[in-house]
């Protein structure tokens, strides 16, 4: 059995405490949050116990799920891993660069295991299209949110944007050679909203959008690669692959196209998209991962390495001069 302690209950934690309730052998021990209020609904709704003191909580659990505002994460997590417990911290990893190496660093360490809050990597779309060899030469990415003052702490960079770099990060296995970006501050002090051009040193280029001033929303990803295209909408939890086909694609439309190399079949799928709850997922892969002693999906690297490219888009973006609406 893991006992595990949650950190932090406010919109967020709250579906962490909901998810964790329903996965096998796990308990909660208890949470730890200074907002009254919030600790108050949670005992009310939850019946779990609230403990004042998070060095008190941490002594008596296996794991600490950390969904604490941003800038609470390095403490937090330090905390846990100096007492040799396992960490899920929401993404992003830390407040500052420095904070996320010395995480890394002392994750390795300790020697536990660390998994960092990139939802995304579990949403049905992506995983329908896991099966689907992901080489994308071109990615263009649209990730639009109605304004919430909720996580306006850290830049729409931090907020939105971070998703998409880590998903592309795994799928790219480059490194980046060449970012530019630009950012405008409409409702807060830092960007808003922003583009951002990647380029790898594998020839990959990927474009991206967020925003989180925008009427609706919209969270879409776009591969082109050779002899195919994927589309994932992580919103509405859809994927389409368009593709020359193949000899053993059964079950999918397709039609002959006339091109300068002669007639090419083209083949549309859609494939299925199992209706899966992401943050269920995340949490009991991170306790597979403990309990079975395996490398976590989404490791304390994968978060630094997401943080980095992050950070250097804010960089480009701070010395060309952010945009005040």
């Known amino acids: 059995m893991l006992k595990v302690g949650i950190f932090g209950?406010?919109?967020?934690?709250?579906?962490?405490?909901?998810?964790?309730?329903?996965?096998?052998?796990?308990?909660?021990?208890?949470f730890y949050d200074?907002?009254?209020?919030?600790?108050?609904?949670?005992?009310?709704?939850?019946?779990?116990?609230r403990f004042t003191d998070a060095a008190t909580l941490m002594q008596a659990i296996d794991a600490a799920d950390v969904v604490a505002p941003t800038n609470h994460h390095f403490a937090l997590c330090e905390l846990a891993i100096r007492m040799g417990k396992h960490v899920f911290v929401e993404k992003p990893l830390a407040n500052t660069m420095q904070e996320a190496k010395l995480l890394v660093e002392m994750a390795r360490e300790a020697n536990v295991k660390v998994q960092v809050g990139h939802v995304e990597r579990f949403n049905?779309?992506?995983?329908?299209?896991?099966?689907?060899?992901?080489?994308?030469?071109?990615?263009?990415?649209?990730r639009?949110?109605?304004?919430?003052?909720?996580?306006?702490?850290?830049?729409?960079?931090?907020?939105?944007?971070?998703?998409?770099?880590?998903?592309?990060?795994?799928?790219?296995?480059?490194?980046?050679?060449?970012?530019?970006?630009?950012?405008?501050?409409?409702?807060?002090?830092?960007?808003?909203?922003?583009?951002?051009?990647l380029e790898f040193h594998n020839g990959c280029v990927a474009n991206l959008t967020s925003s989180r001033i925008s009427m609706k929303k919209m969270r879409k990803m776009r591969l082109f690669q050779k002899d195919a295209y994927i589309g994932i909408d992580f919103l509405e939890k859809k994927t389409e692959v368009i593709k020359l086909k193949e000899p053993n694609d059964t079950n999918v439309f397709s039609f002959d196209l006339e091109t300068p190399n002669g007639t090419k079949t083209i083949a549309i799928a859609n494939p299925e998209v199992q209706q899966v709850n992401a943050i269920l997922l995340e949490l009991t892969a991170f306790k597979d991962a403990i309990l079975n002693n395996k490398n976590t999906v989404v490791s304390e690297i994968d978060g630094y390495l997401a943080m980095e490219v992050a950070h250097q888009i804010l960089e480009k973006i701070s010395n060309t001069g952010i945009l005040v609406a």
């Not at 209950?9 to 208890?30: A, E």
């Open 124 to 142: 049905p779309a992506y995983l329908a299209v896991k099966e689907v060899s992901l080489k994308p030469m071109f990615i263009e990415v649209h």
């Open 34 to 49: 200074p907002n009254d209020a919030n600790a108050a609904a949670v005992t009310a709704t939850f019946g779990l116990q």
């Open 9 to 30: 209950v406010g919109h967020l934690g709250k579906f962490h405490v909901s998810n964790w309730l329903q996965i096998p052998d796990v308990t909660i021990v208890g």
């Open 144 to 197: 639009l949110a109605q304004f919430n003052p909720r996580g306006t702490e850290v830049s729409v960079i931090l907020d939105l944007m971070i998703h998409d770099i880590d998903i592309i990060l795994s799928m790219v296995k480059s490194d980046v050679k060449q970012i530019s970006a630009s950012g405008v501050a409409v409702m807060t002090d830092t960007p808003d909203i922003a583009n951002v051009r």
